[in-house]
């Protein structure tokens, strides 16, 4: 029996477009140039603080004051939390391979960047019926990944060790964080960032479909 850690944007749900478009608004209501949504993929990840600096044309965060910087990531936040289920869905085939790893006897778990309400919406609304046991965002005074806090302290909830635990993402910043925590990393090629990144971040494991979740939990 093993503990499975999943990031949740570009690894269990395709939320690019929505996350996109909702920041795409917020640019242009402010007179700023706005991106096409593909470019987002290498916007997240980091947190909402992140995303919204990244968007914004080179240099201009900085010449905001705070105030003005926390009020356009607020909007940001707003918009996307009243939108981020218009074209936002599983991956095909991810529903499957979590009913799977629990049937096994998997412990499954959620940490993602994004704020903690939007997460444990996003997968209350996906994700109903999958047992996880913790469902974890974004939360203040908890280090955003890579930094490793919050994957220990979940697993410190759930009673695994690091080394008998996955951690599952799309982006250098989960093989990282998996690093990090002393966790197995597992890379998914099918989300934002691609096959490329994960094997330059020193994945563990990159796989293509999420059928090979169940593999991999078999022959662990």
Known sequence: MRAFIFDLDGTLVDSLEDIGQACNDVLASHGYPVHP??????????????LVNDALPEGEAAKLSSDQLTA?????????????CV????YAGITE????????????????????????????????????TLVRGGRDGVPL???PDAP???????DFLPERSFYVGDSNVDIFTARNA???????AWGFRGADE???????HVIDTPVALTRLAKEA
């Not at 002393?182 to 890379?187: C, H, L, T």
């Not at 994960?198 to 563990?204: E, G, I, M, P």
Request: hydrophobic share 45%; glycine share 6%; net charge positive.
């Open 198 to 204: 994960l094997r330059a971040a020193q994945a563990d």
């Open 145 to 147: 990944k890579p930094e």
């Open 87 to 90: 074209r936002t869905k599983p």
């Open 37 to 50: 949504l593909p470019a987002y993929r290498f916007y997240v990840g980091r947190g909402f603080h992140k």
């Open 72 to 84: 356009l990531i607020a909007e940001a936040r707003t918009r996307y939390g009243e939108n981020m």
């Open 182 to 188: 002393g966790m197995i990393s597992i890379g998914v």
């Open 152 to 158: 220990l302290d979940m697993l410190r909830h759930m």
């Open 97 to 132: 391979a979590l009913h799977q790893l629990a049937a096994d006897g998997h412990a499954l778990a959620v940490l993602s960047n994004k704020p903690d309400d939007l997460t444990v919406e996003l997968v209350r609304r996906y994700f109903p019926d999958v047992p996880f």
